[in-house]
């Protein structure tokens, strides 16, 4: 039954872009290395790219450095600096954005199910209120596949300090598929976000992620 419910789900998920109304996508591409020092020690960089106008025109992009510290058999916590590179009235401007992370997970059924604390530093080189920021994502590793893809899904929300409430939404479904030092994901992400005048925006993107760990 369970196995059922979760593939539904991400059937209906992975569905949704053919059935949303025709809009602007967006895409997010990921691009991370780890490091294993040892057992309970591991570098991580991240390059990441997002794109808008149909993935045509590139507005945001970051880099990182971190630390991660496996204290737990299932609890893992990180320390990151992070630089981001925004597009400001067809200006880059530049953010620094000091982060720490904990991340838990567990296999409940052979599901990998894992979820992931942020705290985000906000520091910007422009004209912007400084801001902190809390995000928290939930994601399901799912077991079931063919030749090895196999379906995910994952939730995150993110809470602004200076806004005082929850501001974007994040929910994603799609594909991985992992080999001997890689894991490739590829999925539709659901973008949720609060306008400045209060309302919400829907936005579809498409989400790639490749990692490498040695």
Known sequence: MIKKLFVL??????AHPLLAKEGDWYGI?????KYSLNEKFALYNRYELITKDNMSDSYFALADLGLAYKFHANWT????YRYCWIEVADE?????????ELNYGVKLKDIALSNRSRLEFRIYDFDRENDVRYRNRTRADLPWGLYGIKPYFEEEFFYSDNANN???????????????????RVGYRWWAQKLSDGSWENR??????LMFFF
Do not use: C, Q
């Open 9 to 14: 789900a991400t059937a209906l998920l992975l």
């Open 29 to 33: 591409h990921d691009f991370i290395v």
């Open 77 to 80: 916590a990180s320390a990151y």
């Open 92 to 100: 880059w401007e530049g953010e620094h954005r000091p982060l720490l």
């Open 166 to 184: 929850i501001n974007a939404n994040w929910l994603t479904g799609g594909l991985y598929y992992k080999w001997s030092h890689a894991k490739l």
């Open 204 to 209: 579809n993107m498409l989400n790639t992620n």
